[in-house]
């Protein structure tokens, strides 16, 4: 089946740095992906969708400056969290449609901003 | 854009026991509604999903039944086993077939 491939899994990093997290569909080709956030034991929230070549949408309440979304390629989305403190420590995940028109999540990615 | 109200928020059953999860939505031209497991810490899982075109649809212990006249779906696992224990979500796409809106989410404990 689609593989969305999301790395790195966990990253802890220092308060004023910035983390890029990287989204790639294998063996499939994704026009569009979705970043998610989720925190502990609440619901993904949709942050921002990612269009290829040109630029993402964000969803209200999200910073478009804070959270960069690089969409180059047909395989490779990228979401930069830029400036990070440690309210944005989270889990962040992605999701892309597959050929089959389901949506399909990479694993996510454990961001700690200490 | 599409709302998706899901219930109960957290469910305790006994082994052997029957489970529903019941989602609600507001967006009537929605015609995808997934359903997927999230064991902690680790990304959501497809289990199952059912389009506008069928009332119900069954894999094994997993069902989903639609209505759409009352904009409503629901999850049902039979035979409910510890490993079923984790949080479910249910979502629904907003008008276009584009963006996915996830339900809050119910934590089901399947206790031995």
């Known amino acids: 089946g689609a593989v969305v491939s999301q790395h790195p899994s966990r990253v802890i990093c220092k308060s004023g740095t910035s983390v890029k997290i990287e989204c790639r569909s294998l063996d499939f080709q994704a026009t569009t992906m979705f970043w998610y956030r989720q925190f502990p034991k609440k619901s993904l929230m949709l942050m921002a969708t990612s269009n290829e070549g040109s630029k993402a949408t964000y969803e209200q309440g999200v910073e478009k400056d804070k959270f960069l979304i690089n969409h180059a390629s047909l395989t490779l989305s990228t979401l930069t969290v830029t400036s990070a403190h440690p309210e944005d420590s989270s889990f962040y995940i992605c999701?892309?449609?597959?050929?089959?028109?389901?949506?399909?999540f990479g694993s996510g990615t454990r961001l700690t901003v200490v | 854009g599409e709302n998706v109200e899901q219930h109960p928020s957290t469910l305790s059953v006994q082994e052997g026991d029957s489970a529903v999860i019941k989602c609600t939505y507001s967006d009537s031209a929605s015609n995808y509604f997934p359903w997927y497991k999230q064991e902690l810490g680790k990304r959501p899982q497809l289990i199952i999903d059912i389009r506008s075109n069928v009332g119900e649809k069954k894999d094994q212990r997993i069902a989903v039944t639609l209505n759409k006249t009352a904009k409503h779906f629901s999850l049902h696992i039979t035979e409910t086993q510890p490993e079923d224990s984790a949080v479910y979500f249910c979502a629904a796409p907003d008008s276009g077939y584009s963006t996915l809106t996830f339900g809050k989410g119910t934590m089901l404990l399947v206790s031995p």
């Open positions: 999701s892309a449609r597959d050929n089959a028109g389901g949506y399909t």
